[in-house]
T-cell receptor, first 110, second 115 residues
Framework: TQLLEQSPQFLSIQEGENLTVYCNSS?????LQWYRQEPGEGPVLLVT???GGEVKKLKRLTFQFGDARKDSSLHITAAQPGDTGLYLC??????????WGAGTKLIIKP | GAVVSQHPSWVICKSGTSVKIECRSL??????MFWYRQFPKQSLMLMAT?????????EQGVEKDKFLINHASLTLSTLTVTSAHPEDSSFYIC???????????FGPGTRLTVT
């Protein structure tokens, strides 16, 4: 069974602080996606990383794919209250399915 | 990206009744739809995969006779929760994949409460 371990599961920090969310697996993924979900809504895709070692930036968010394509991280710089939400990582496997991490509930306090 | 709508956005029903949730792709043909279930503050749990014109594939532990999935057209997939019970109360979300990148486009979800 393929697993994608995401940590931390919950994080509450002050506005302006930095944070990192990790997703780790023993499996190799063809790509890894990060989604953000707000309460009562469906997840929205933030980024897809495909190449081992790839780094993508989305404003204050930096996404990295491990060299072996087994792990990924999301780093947020100077977090803002608008960053609050549930962050989900998902690794692509066959048949268009994704293996989902457990999610990180992020709260940024003003 | 693709636009996916879901209806209803929330529903309350009595125990023993059936509820149908519709998922529509608005701007492209969706040959594959995924149905997920999500409990509060938890990640997504894949229930089943529906492919247009064929029977759905259910994940282990998901009762296919209880969660009926129909994907009769390229723009509509439906999930019917039959004989609903309070433990079926959850947030149900559909998604469709972009075929070249595996990126998924989600509907807004349906909050089901069974009383």
């Amino acid at each position: 069974t393929q697993l994608l371990e995401q940590s931390p599961q919950f994080l509450s920090i002050q506005e302006g602080e930095n944070l990192t969310v990790y997703c780790n697996s023993s499996s190799v993924f063809s790509s890894l996606q990060w989604y953000r979900q707000e309460p009562g809504e469906g997840p929205v895709l933030l980024v897809t990383v495909v190449t081992g070692g790839e780094v993508k930036k989305l404003k204050r968010l930096t996404f990295q794919f491990g060299d072996a394509r087994k792990d990924s991280s999301l780093h947020i710089t100077a977090a803002q209250p608008g960053d609050t939400g549930l962050y989900l990582c998902a690794g692509a496997v066959g048949n268009y399915q994704l293996i989902w991490g457990a999610g990180t509930k992020l709260i940024i306090k003003p | 990206g693709a636009v996916v709508s879901q209806h209803p956005s929330w529903v309350i029903c009595k125990s023993g009744t059936s509820v149908k949730i519709e998922c529509r792709s608005l701007d492209f043909q969706a040959t594959t739809m995924f149905w997920y279930r999500q409990f509060p503050k938890q990640s997504l749990m894949l229930m089943a995969t529906s492919n247009e014109g064929s029977k759905a594939t259910y994940e282990q532990g998901v009762e296919k006779d209880k969660f009926l999935i129909n994907h009769a057209s390229l723009t509509l997939s439906t999930l019917t929760v039959t004989s609903a019970h309070p433990e079926d109360s959850s947030f149900y979300i559909c998604s469709t994949p972009e075929r070249s990148t595996y990126e998924q486009y989600f509907g807004p979800g349906t909050r089901l409460t069974v009383t």
